[in-house]
């Protein structure tokens, strides 16, 4: 790919904190693996509760979820459509509309954002927490060129100048390898295909060096090929800017190619999260290992195999009752599954929680 | 007025883009007719004094009813005999004044008011409410009410038609707010801290120009049109001098005997509207960025 050695081949884009690719890869690796209380998470999530007011009464999209991410660290938040991963990135960037009614915590290097003023949250949007939205095609305004939306970043954020600004995003360009950044700098967004106005997004969002990266499917809408090098920048990025992503993704594939780690949401809650290829490995919750089972893989469903399917369907998302939300689905069921809400609890390795009464331990066939 | 800001607030490089909107706007032919029959015009009426043939008010009772071609008189003379080519040179003034003021004011007042009425969801209700009632009141009330308190002139009868204007702009400008606001780039200029100013001044004023452009090229000549209402009703331009509106109306009377001078300012006011709606329509390809790839 094009796209990743022009990224390793670029000169730092003048962050400072970029360390050498190996040391960064390895930390990561390091603390993706010892993520149990061991150094601070840069996003700490505690008990988010998303509700919005509607007609029929309170409906809420996110159930009390927990998750951290860790510096350097890309945590994958995987699910079907309409279980809570969007809303649940919306929330972290304060981006709901005002029908929600967010509970909980959110705290961003130890301050907190559910709750903070109109003035805070400007001042870490952007710089602390950024935000890269699923479409490309709408997401870039239309009457300016893409140097001058970079620039604009900087400019609300550093105060830089129009020039200083203008070199800055011919900077970020490259980094996000798009060739002959000098010339597209003053290309208009729709002279760009999908692809390349994903990349001006990264580089919009990369602009003031964020601590977190939320990317809420960024690579849906792109063709397959595509989709490749637009994980290989945001895995360059990880590697030298130090950038922790929350990577929303319903595709197994991307999770498997750009996560540390992974929490897994049913209806509103995180029902599982472990280490990436301990999960793929060894997948605790039934939701989990039904997911893992339905995806189709080249050995074991070429020919004859139909693909194995989780029978009904999600659960309407105003009935949250008190009890595990994926119990009428579950093969495994017993009676507390219909009366008792299970929570997030290590099983087997430290690392590795899972929300069932009865998980899965006997190993997977994947 | 919001076509200025938008040229200056977007190229990087401020001059070259500029000249980039008039060299594509010179590009096209249309656009040329339209600018030299608006220039024709605008010149006509600041030169009117010295260019017209005959004092716009002087009678020449001899000469009533002259038909189009009377040497002296090219476009003919009214029912007093006053040429109505000199009253047309004059009339540009008042109709031209009176256009420009009244979409001044209605786009002043009312391109503020829609933008803060589709952004802020908390002031929307007050502001709409605020146009049903500029909506429901009538009109010519309001002309009349201005003139009492004001005296009747002009400039209040153009005021006059430029409040009765804003509730068309507040709706044009709040449903493409609303339109704009709800699209990604504007919830992206949020995400990266920019505050409310900065999304409205630079993600969707910028993008509501061209329906705010569309608007203003449509209400000036509807506000020609109003002035002679208004005129009609004596609370406009005061007899004898002249407006386009005027000489319209006043030319009904005898239109069978001397259709000329009614068909004459009527023309003219249909050149102008033409000629505002062609300027209007290319300066908005020539602002729409996309229209480079031709």
Same mark, same amino acid.
């Given at each position: 790919?094009?796209?990743?050695?022009?990224?390793?081949?670029?000169?730092?884009?003048?962050?400072?904190?970029?360390?050498?690719?190996?040391?960064?890869?390895?930390?990561?690796?390091?603390?993706?693996?010892?993520?149990?209380?061991?150094?601070?998470?840069?996003?700490?999530?505690? #008990?988010?509760? @998303? /509700?919005?007011?509607?007609?029929? $009464?309170? *409906?809420?999209?996110?159930?009390? &979820? !927990?998750?951290? =991410?860790?510096?350097?660290?890309?945590?994958?938040?995987?699910?079907?459509?309409?279980? #809570?991963?969007? @809303? /649940?990135?919306?929330?972290?960037? $304060?981006? *709901?509309?005002?029908?929600?009614? &967010? !509970?909980?915590? =959110?705290?961003?290097?130890?301050?907190?954002?559910?709750?903070?003023?109109?003035?805070?949250?400007?001042?870490?949007?952007?710089?602390?927490?950024?935000?890269?939205?699923?479409?490309?095609?709408?997401?870039?305004?239309? =009457?300016?060129?893409?140097?001058?939306?970079?620039?604009?970043?900087?400019?609300?954020?550093?105060?830089?100048?129009?020039?200083?600004?203008?070199?800055?995003?011919?900077?970020?360009?490259?980094?996000?390898?798009?060739?002959?950044?000098?010339?597209?700098?003053?290309?208009?967004?729709?002279?760009?295909?999908?692809?390349?106005?994903?990349?001006?997004?990264?580089?919009?969002?990369?602009?003031?060096?964020?601590k977190v990266l939320i990317a809420d499917e960024p690579t849906t809408a792109l063709d397959v090929t595509i989709q490749a090098g637009i994980l290989d920048v945001l895995r360059g990025l990880r590697e030298r800017l130090g950038t922790s992503i929350v990577l929303i993704t319903h595709d197994l594939g991307v999770v498997a190619d750009l996560a540390d780690r992974v929490a897994v949401m049913y209806a509103g809650r995180v029902v599982e999260t472990a280490n990436v290829n301990e999960l793929f490995a060894q997948p605790k919750h039934p939701y989990t290992a039904?997911?893992?089972?339905?995806s189709p893989s080249a050995g074991r469903h070429a020919g004859t195999h139909r693909l194995n399917e989780i029978p009904g369907l999600v659960p309407v998302l105003a009935e949250q009752p008190n009890a595990c939300t994926f119990a009428d689905r579950c093969s495994r069921a017993r009676d507390t599954c219909t009366t008792e809400q299970p929570l997030l609890?290590?099983?087997?390795?430290?690392?590795?929680?899972?929300?069932?009464?009865?998980?899965v331990r006997e190993p997977v066939e994947v | 007025m919001a076509v200025a800001d938008v040229t200056v607030s977007a190229g990087t490089p401020l001059s070259s883009r500029r000249r980039k909107v008039v060299r594509r706007l010179l590009r096209n032919p249309l656009a040329i007719t339209g600018l030299v029959v608006l220039g024709i015009a605008v010149f006509a009426a600041l030169f009117a004094p010295w260019l017209a043939p005959h004092e716009p008010t002087d009678t020449h009772l001899s000469q009533a009813f002259a038909a189009p071609g009377t040497p002296g008189y090219v476009l003919g003379t009214d029912d007093l005999g006053r040429d109505v080519l000199s009253r047309i040179m004059f009339g540009l003034r008042a109709s031209l004044h009176v256009g420009m003021l009244a979409v001044a004011t209605s786009l002043a007042i009312g391109v503020p008011l829609g933008l803060m009425a589709g952004y802020f969801r908390t002031i929307d209700a007050l502001i709409s409410r605020f146009t049903d009632l500029v909506l429901a009141f009538p009109f010519?009330?309001?002309?009349?009410?201005?003139?009492?308190?004001r005296?009747?002139?002009?400039?209040?009868?153009?005021?006059?038609?430029?409040?009765?204007?804003?509730?068309?702009?507040?709706?044009?400008?709040?449903?493409?707010?609303?339109?704009?606001?709800?699209?990604?780039?504007v919830s992206a200029a949020i995400v990266e801290g920019a505050g409310d100013?900065?999304?409205?001044?630079?993600?969707?004023?910028?993008?509501?120009?061209?329906?705010?452009?569309?608007?203003?090229?449509?209400?000036?000549?509807?506000?020609?049109?109003?002035?002679?209402?208004?005129?009609?009703?004596?609370?406009?331009?005061?007899?004898?001098?002249?407006?386009?509106?005027?000489?319209?109306?006043?030319?009904?009377?005898?239109?069978?005997?001397?259709?000329?001078?009614?068909?004459?300012?009527?023309?003219?006011?249909?050149?102008?509207?033409l000629a505002f709606n062609i300027v209007g329509d290319s300066l908005r390809d020539a602002l729409d960025p996309k229209a480079s790839r031709r």
């Amino acid at each position: 790919m094009s796209a990743i050695s022009k990224v390793n081949t670029e000169p730092p884009a003048g962050t400072g904190q970029v360390g050498s690719t190996a040391a960064g890869t390895g930390q990561a690796g390091s603390n993706a693996a010892g993520t149990g209380g061991v150094g601070v998470p840069v996003l700490e999530v505690r #008990g988010l509760t @998303v /509700t919005f007011r509607t007609e029929d $009464g309170p *409906l809420s999209a996110v159930d009390r &979820v !927990d998750f951290e =991410v860790a510096d350097q660290e890309v945590l994958a938040v995987v699910g079907e459509s309409g279980c #809570g991963k969007s @809303v /649940t990135a919306m929330s972290l960037a $304060g981006l *709901l509309p005002r029908t929600a009614s &967010v !509970d909980g915590s =959110v705290r961003l290097d130890g301050r907190e954002l559910v709750g903070a003023d109109k003035k805070t949250l400007r001042s870490i949007r952007g710089r602390e927490i950024a935000y890269i939205f699923q479409e490309p095609m709408t997401s870039l305004n239309p =009457v300016f060129t893409v140097g001058n939306q970079i620039g604009e970043v900087l400019r609300i954020h550093n105060g830089l100048s129009r020039s200083t600004a203008r070199k800055r995003s011919v900077e970020l360009l490259k980094l996000v390898g798009i060739p002959s950044a000098e010339r597209r700098i003053d290309d208009y967004p729709h002279q760009l295909s999908g692809g390349m106005r994903q990349r001006v997004m990264i580089a919009m969002a990369v602009a003031c060096d964020p601590k977190v990266l939320i990317a809420d499917e960024p690579t849906t809408a792109l063709d397959v090929t595509i989709q490749a090098g637009i994980l290989d920048v945001l895995r360059g990025l990880r590697e030298r800017l130090g950038t922790s992503i929350v990577l929303i993704t319903h595709d197994l594939g991307v999770v498997a190619d750009l996560a540390d780690r992974v929490a897994v949401m049913y209806a509103g809650r995180v029902v599982e999260t472990a280490n990436v290829n301990e999960l793929f490995a060894q997948p605790k919750h039934p939701y989990t290992a039904g997911l893992l089972a339905a995806s189709p893989s080249a050995g074991r469903h070429a020919g004859t195999h139909r693909l194995n399917e989780i029978p009904g369907l999600v659960p309407v998302l105003a009935e949250q009752p008190n009890a595990c939300t994926f119990a009428d689905r579950c093969s495994r069921a017993r009676d507390t599954c219909t009366t008792e809400q299970p929570l997030l609890t290590a099983e087997g390795t430290p690392n590795h929680h899972v929300a069932c009464w009865n998980p899965v331990r006997e190993p997977v066939e994947v | 007025m919001a076509v200025a800001d938008v040229t200056v607030s977007a190229g990087t490089p401020l001059s070259s883009r500029r000249r980039k909107v008039v060299r594509r706007l010179l590009r096209n032919p249309l656009a040329i007719t339209g600018l030299v029959v608006l220039g024709i015009a605008v010149f006509a009426a600041l030169f009117a004094p010295w260019l017209a043939p005959h004092e716009p008010t002087d009678t020449h009772l001899s000469q009533a009813f002259a038909a189009p071609g009377t040497p002296g008189y090219v476009l003919g003379t009214d029912d007093l005999g006053r040429d109505v080519l000199s009253r047309i040179m004059f009339g540009l003034r008042a109709s031209l004044h009176v256009g420009m003021l009244a979409v001044a004011t209605s786009l002043a007042i009312g391109v503020p008011l829609g933008l803060m009425a589709g952004y802020f969801r908390t002031i929307d209700a007050l502001i709409s409410r605020f146009t049903d009632l500029v909506l429901a009141f009538p009109f010519l009330i309001l002309a009349v009410g201005l003139a009492a308190i004001r005296g009747a002139s002009l400039g209040n009868a153009a005021i006059a038609i430029g409040i009765a204007q804003i509730p068309g702009v507040i709706r044009i400008v709040r449903s493409e707010t609303l339109r704009l606001k709800s699209l990604d780039f504007v919830s992206a200029a949020i995400v990266e801290g920019a505050g409310d100013l900065w999304v409205i001044g630079r993600h969707i004023l910028p993008n509501a120009a061209s329906v705010i452009i569309v608007q203003a090229t449509v209400a000036i000549p509807a506000a020609i049109l109003g002035e002679a209402v208004l005129s009609f009703l004596g609370l406009g331009i005061q007899p004898p001098a002249p407006s386009l509106g005027t000489m319209l109306a006043d030319a009904q009377q005898f239109a069978a005997k001397a259709p000329w001078a009614a068909v004459m300012p009527g023309v003219a006011i249909m050149l102008i509207a033409l000629a505002f709606n062609i300027v209007g329509d290319s300066l908005r390809d020539a602002l729409d960025p996309k229209a480079s790839r031709r």
